[in-house]
């Protein structure tokens, strides 16, 4: 058999803008802040610490944003101009401030009851005593449990009174709080309750009807009541005025969750990942969605955050996790303006591309397609920016200490 000499062919070494574009959003798959498009001295934004997040379950991050970038290069060189304008800004309908005034708003207790009211425990006390009904067989089974009474509004109270008070009250187990050594000992605890009423209430507390749970695959079925309690008291007691923020935030978990995430870069590793948008002077919450690790497209997670705030002329600073050009035209076809960064392969035109290359230190240049702007501006490197608020003028400013 005749064998012939392989034929070697020569290697191909990457050029270097080449190597840019692939490390230029080597975590666009989840919010990512290392991606920013900014340096962590720059001006224009604060630095923020390389991160990864790792979801426990099947469905990873990637399954929301894949398809949102792949649809987000719509912009073509023919539509983007240098013609540069200012965007007439609609007139704002939000009808913001506060909508549910307490009787005495010096009072703590009485601007507490706004959210905690009556209705909240009431809710509680019906989920945790119906959950007993359903389990006493296997709750009677045990000859040390206490008789059990329905559990009343008051008493919730004090049971979640005793769990803020274990918060600043440290011990090594649950017993010690009722323990009645004069070293150990805290007489709140056992005046407000024994210690085996709280345990009986621990062991029962519940948020939903466990028989509706066949019907729903949703995997915040066990708290969704909960969520939505507080998400509807949110936007009925306070509107927020028309400068909004859409960001992601982690409720710190380290139990076993199938939607919990892992971010090695932030101080809270564990958690639960939640996208929020609130008022941008105040923080107040306006409305949230935990990620659940279903498989839900980005700008379908984005439309349904900014759902309460829709056709109102409200406008959204957002980072460039959130940001592309498909999302900016989508929100602005429903009237809601955004700005904030964005990544390269999130619609920005190739020409705007190939001009930021050779631009300097303190250089700009933007490109326009009706109200939607993109500009760049180079620091220690190349800041992106997408924006329908506003025009291309930068301003000068004193670096923060």
Known sequence: MDQRPKRLTPKRFLGEQEISDFFSDELSDVPCESASDSDSQSDSECGR?????????????????????????????????KVDKTPALGQFTGNPGVKQIPSDPTQVSEVAELFFGDSFFDMLCQETNRYYLQHREHYDRSYKALKWVDVTSAEMRKFFAIIFLMGHTRRDNLKEYWSTDPFLEIPIFSKLMSRKRFEQIWWCLHFNDNELQPQSTSRLFKIQPLLNFFVQKFQTVYKPNQQLSLDESVIPWRGRLRMRTYNPGKLTK???????????????????????????KLQETILSVLEPYLDQNYHVYQDNYYNSVATAEHLFSRKVRVCGTIRVNRGLPPDLKEECKSLKRGETTFRRKGDILLQSWRDTRVVNMILTIH???????????
Not at 51 to 73: H, P, Y
Not at 271 to 288: A, F, K, P, Q, R
Not at 391 to 401: A, E, L, P, T
């Open 270 to 296: 564990y958690g639960l990942l939640v996208c929020v948008v609130t008022e941008s002077t105040s923080g107040y919450i306006g409305n949230l969605e935990i990620y659940s690790g279903e498989g839900k």
């Open 49 to 81: 610490g390389e991160q990864k997040i790792v979801t426990t379950d099947s469905e990873s991050e990637s399954d929301r944003s894949s398809n949102e970038c792949a649809g987000s290069n719509i912009a073509g060189t023919a539509t983007w101009g």
């Open 391 to 401: 025009n291309s003028s930068m301003v000068d400013v004193q670096r923060r200490c």
